[in-house]
């Protein structure tokens, strides 16, 4: 059984950081990709960043990139999502998913596997 389990979201001031990471457990992690999605209340959930398996090529929405990094240790089955510089409008919930020998698609319907999400919530 497959199982992804985030953690790591919290509470933080603008201009603060948070690391989220997402544990993978009953697949081959290597052969995945991995990405990170959000979901704002009210709005449609949005493509983060991406990681392939092997090369560890990364993939970042232009709303993150050079303040988020994506990140793996295939070695511990786990992704991670370093967010810095968190401005109020990155408050969602978080979702990692796995993708089968995915490319870094932002599509989340390539996606096989999610977890269940974990809160960030950024004040002003």
């Known amino acids: 059984q497959v199982q992804l389990v985030e953690s790591g979201g919290g509470l933080v001031q603008a201009g603060g950081s948070l690391r989220l990471s997402c544990a993978a457990s009953?697949?081959?992690?290597?052969?995945?990709?991995m990405g990170w999605f959000r979901q704002a209340p009210g709005k449609e959930r949005e493509f983060v960043a991406a990681i392939t398996g092997g090369s560890g090529l990364t993939y970042y929405a232009d709303s993150v990139k050079g303040r988020f990094t994506i990140s793996r240790d295939n070695a511990k089955n786990t992704v991670y999502l370093q967010m810095n510089s968190l401005k109020p409008e990155d408050t969602a919930v978080y979702y990692c998913a796995a993708d089968y020998g995915g490319l870094g698609t932002r599509r989340g319907a390539s996606y096989d596997y999610w977890g269940q999400g974990t809160q960030v919530t950024v004040s002003s």
């Open positions: 009953g697949l081959t992690f290597s052969v995945y990709a």
